[in-house]
């Protein structure tokens, strides 16, 4: 006889068509609800991982990984400076000067707030992907005193402008005149377009050349900071630490993960807090099991009293109930596990489908960080679904098992 005799028996009251064809009906809903929970769970981890990796990906296109500035001002020997962290800092794979500060671009009628950002173009190449994504144009159209800008796709449709037109860049500085004090302005021509696929960037980032942008702002030889691009991005930490201690302090270091900490923070709390919402499902779907069970034991109670009779022991009546629910755990856990596996890695064609078939922009670029939704699959949070599941599964067999060992054979067979 199959061993052991519980696992046998469990299995075969799992497979054995019910008579009370409620119950069959439950079972199924049992399992067809923890396959959908962890489906979900997988999936929706998936696209926020997905979510959050592009994200940081694009932000760190366009910043840096490390940057350093001057606490009094602007910052005045960069050369010296970048000379200095190459010597002493291995992990810096390229270094950049900017000038930064806020304006107002303007074309005819239309006008808009904007981020302006000085740069050396063939030093920029070394600590962003701008270049890399240039829609019109070239990002090495900056040369100094040429007056030559290149501004986000996004904004360049507000404007209605494209390569080769004249746009006004002003500066919240003023000048004062003959007739009085006016703001300080340059007329600059677009020598470039770029689609980095942040709406952010696109919309509200120009940049010049930092020999411009110094004459704009009249720095001179000042620059606004110094901006690092590190091999390892998740350094960055240890890397600040590093140059705090080694540079004079009135330098001041700060890193992405400073930055832009309150945002990464937040994705992390609705990532925890998606997975406790996502996870009650998984609950709802193990107390199915125990309504299930709780009506199997009812429905066996003549079948338990005899294997009673014939002498097993309550422990192994509560095993044979415990496979038959963990059963129902592990085939719904298994399921799911396989379809938001399947799921996220095809997220990406499932949303455009769904998009053409509904007609209609589910992640528009004006309203979401990102307009194009993707899935990042990590095996330890599809351990952790599995075994969330595996566990809740297993407990919603203990209390029907337990009432079926308690099962009188004599009151159970009085009716028979």
């Known amino acids: 006889m199959f061993r052991p005799l519980e696992l046998y028996a469990g299995l075969k009251y799992t497979r054995a068509k019910r008579r009370n064809h409620f119950i069959s009906f439950i079972s199924s809903i049992s399992m067809g609800g923890i396959a959908l929970a962890v489906m979900l769970l997988i999936t929706v981890l998936s696209v926020m991982n997905g979510f959050e990796a592009e994200l940081r990906d694009r932000i760190l296109g366009m910043a840096s990984h490390v940057e350093i500035s001057s606490g009094r001002g602007?910052?005045?020997?960069?050369?010296?400076?970048?000379?200095?962290?190459?010597?002493?800092?291995?992990?810096?794979?390229?270094?950049?000067?900017?000038?930064?500060?806020?304006?107002?671009?303007?074309?005819?009628?239309?006008?808009?707030?904007?981020m302006i950002r000085g740069v050396v173009p063939a030093q920029e190449r070394n600590v962003s992907d701008v270049a890399d994504h240039m829609v019109a144009g070239e990002f090495g159209a900056l040369e100094k005193g040429k007056y030559r800008i290149v501004i986000g796709a996004e904004l360049a449709t507000l404007l209605g402008v494209g390569v080769g037109d004249k746009i006004d860049l002003m500066i919240p500085e003023a000048n004062i005149t003959p007739a009085g004090i006016v703001p300080r302005f340059r007329r600059f021509t677009v020598g470039g377009i770029f689609k980095v696929g942040m709406y952010e960037y696109d919309r509200g980032m120009v940049m010049v050349h930092m020999g411009d942008a110094a004459t704009l702002y009249n720095m001179k030889d000042g620059v606004s900071g110094l901006r690092l691009h590190l091999k390892d991005m998740f350094?960055?930490?240890?890397?600040?630490?590093?140059?705090?201690?080694?540079?004079?302090?009135?330098?001041?270091?700060s890193d992405w993960t400073r930055q832009h900490a309150n945002f990464f923070h937040a994705i992390a709390t609705e990532k925890t807090v998606m997975f406790i919402i996502l996870s009650l499902i998984i609950a709802v779907a193990a107390f199915n099991i125990v309504s299930m069970l709780v009506m199997v034991v009812t429905d066996k109670q003549g079948d338990i009293a005899i294997l009673r009779t014939l002498g097993m022991s309550p422990k192994s009546v509560m095993a044979i109930f415990m496979v038959q629910g963990s059963l129902i755990g592990v085939i719904g856990t298994v399921v799911g596990v396989a379809l938001g596996i399947l799921l996220s890695i095809n997220i990406e064609h499932i949303v455009p489908m769904l998009e053409s078939l509904l007609n209609t922009d589910l992640l528009s670029a004006d309203v979401y960080y990102i307009s194009q939704l993707k899935a990042e699959l990590h095996e330890t949070d599809v351990v952790r679904i599995a075994l969330l599941s595996l566990v809740l599964s297993f407990l919603s067999t203990l209390y029907p098992a337990w009432r079926a060992a308690r099962v009188q054979p004599a009151e159970a067979l009085r009716y028979e």
């Not at 050369?79 to 303007?106: C, F, H, N, W």
């Not at 350094?235 to 270091?253: C, E, H, I, M």
Request: glycine share 12%; net charge negative; aromatic share 4%.
């Open 74 to 114: 602007a910052l005045q020997g960069w050369q010296d400076l970048e000379t200095q962290v190459d010597r002493r800092i291995k992990d810096v794979e390229g270094a950049a000067p900017y000038i930064s500060g806020e304006g107002m671009v303007r074309s005819g009628r239309n006008m808009a707030g904007t």
């Open 235 to 253: 350094d960055a930490p240890d890397v600040s630490r590093q140059l705090q201690v080694v540079l004079d302090p009135g330098k001041r270091v």
